[in-house]
């Protein structure tokens, strides 16, 4: 068998996932830049425009030479501010500010970004120009130079912190395709053990309950069913083979007489009328075992209809009375006097509690009293059938219920030890169980039922 491990190539959800990270990186990477660019361009831009507003305004209500005053003085006493101001005359001359580029190198109208020659090092600075309808152009400079340090720096660390994070996603993937192998490799291995014939091997469940406890609970009820059936069929054949071959050979014996060149017709026919008994006491066994694999893989369930097993249980008591009566027994019957409707397969129940009633009558011996009973409880339905007779040790009710046990007792008995396995096939297939317990005396066989309405 190959192994898990080759087939499901651990490498593959590592590869996925490391994709994934490089991915969500990138992404994380671009949207860190973008984001943070804007954010600090928004807040400077809204301030240079301000600053721009502000000293518009004042050079139409003061004039330009004021102005230029304003901006000398600014100028002094903020050399090395991010932010730098400047007012030119329309000639081209700095009227007032800080002299930072000429008036040729100026942008015609609105904003720029250039890069100038300031306190001995190139930077790159944002120029915003406005014309003043009074006369000359103001000049706002925005150093812009730490904002992309500060935007670069912010790119950094969130890749720093990215990286870590693709590192711990490997990690969790190493971790995850180690965990997902493990549990699968006993999953498989022990469906390994099932393909070699182990019907015993059973899933290790954890107790935390995961999805794979859950699966394996599943596959550890669906093999606990398969072992009951390959354990049932087994039996079935074994005791098929041991209690047909008794009547196929007195059948054979007995057409082996009627065939005898010196019998006389009357002898040949009374062979052939025992062959044909045997015939069909074999024909019966088999029939009652089909009966009991489909109830016993529920394939009777498509037949289930509402039954009133008040009316059933009186009907089959009237059925089976004259019976009863003839081996010198009484059976008293008890129905609730409403009707107890429920979702049942009427067929195989009336072979179940005609098997019990049977058993009753022919093991109870004469002078028994057999009880019939319908009692109802809450959810549930039970059909009891009582005797007064010898019973069975509790020792062996278990066993009796499978099929083709008998006692030693019952062996001199006509039947073939399937009258109990066909009641509790019945009892499974309507969500029930077949209980015997000690009647005290005698047995007391108790077939409870889902009250399915």
């Known amino acids: 068998m190959t192994p898990v491990r080759s087939r499901l190539r651990p490498g593959a959800l590592i590869l996925v996932m490391l994709v994934v990270a490089i991915s969500a990186l990138a992404v994380g990477l671009l949207m860190i830049d973008r ?45 090395g501010g991010a932010f730098r101001y400047a007012l030119y005359a329309e000639d081209g001359r700095l009227l007032g500010g800080a002299r930072l580029l000429d008036a040729d190198r100026l942008p015609s109208s609105g904003a720029a970004k250039l890069k100038i020659l300031n306190e001995g090092r190139n930077s790159p600075w944002r120029v915003l120009v406005q014309p003043l309808s009074v006369g000359g152009t103001l000049v706002v400079y925005e150093d812009i130079g730490e904002r992309i340090a500060f935007q670069r720096a912010l790119v950094a660390s969130g890749g720093v912190a990215l990286v870590a994070g693709v590192g711990l996603v490997l990690l969790a993937a190493l971790w995850l395709n180690r965990l997902l192998l493990s549990r699968m490799e006993t999953l498989a291995a022990t469906a390994g ?39 049932g069929m087994r039996t079935v054949t074994d005791s098929l083979a041991h209690d047909l071959r008794s009547p196929l ?65 009186g009907e089959i008591g009237e059925l089976f009375a004259p019976m009863i009566e003839d081996a010198e027994q009484t059976l008293m019957t008890s129905t609730p006097s409403e009707p107890v409707v429920v ?36 959810g549930r339905v039970r059909i009891v059938v009582a005797d007064s007779g010898p019973g069975i040790p509790a020792e062996h009710r278990g066993r009796v219920r499978e099929r083709f046990v008998r006692l030693d007792t019952a062996r001199s008995a006509p039947g073939g030890g399937l009258g109990l396995a066909i009641a509790a096939a019945c009892a499974k297939l309507h969500g029930g169980s077949l209980e015997l317990e000690d009647a005290a005396p005698g047995l007391r066989v108790v077939i409870d039922l889902a009250d399915h309405r």
């Open 343 to 378: 979702n049942a397969h009427e067929l195989i129940l009336r072979q179940a509690l005609g098997n019990l009633l049977h058993n009753a009558a022919l093991y109870a011996g004469p002078g028994a009293v057999i009880r019939l009973i319908l009692e109802r409880a809450p």
């Open 249 to 313: 050979t007195r059948m054979r014996a007995d057409l082996a007489r009627a065939m005898e060149p010196g019998a006389d017709e009357r002898t040949r026919l009374d062979y052939i009328e025992l062959a044909h008994a045997e015939a069909d006491r074999s024909l019966a066994t088999l029939s009652a075992l089909m009966d009991i694999a489909r109830a016993e893989a529920g394939l009777s369930r498509e037949m289930m209809a509402p039954v009133d097993l008040s009316a059933l249980v």
């Open 35 to 79: 984001i943070g660019e804007k954010i600090i361009a928004e807040r400077q831009q809204a301030v240079a425009t301000a600053a721009r507003d502000y000293f518009v305004a004042f050079a139409h209500e003061e004039g330009v030479a004021p102005l230029a005053r304003a901006l000398d003085l600014r100028e002094r006493t903020d050399p």
């Open 193 to 231: 053990r099932i393909a070699e014939g182990d019907l015993s091997a059973r899933t290790e469940i954890h107790p935390k309950g995961d999805v794979f406890d859950r699966l394996g609970e599943a596959m550890n009820g669906m093999l606990d069913r398969i072992e009951e059936l390959m354990t």
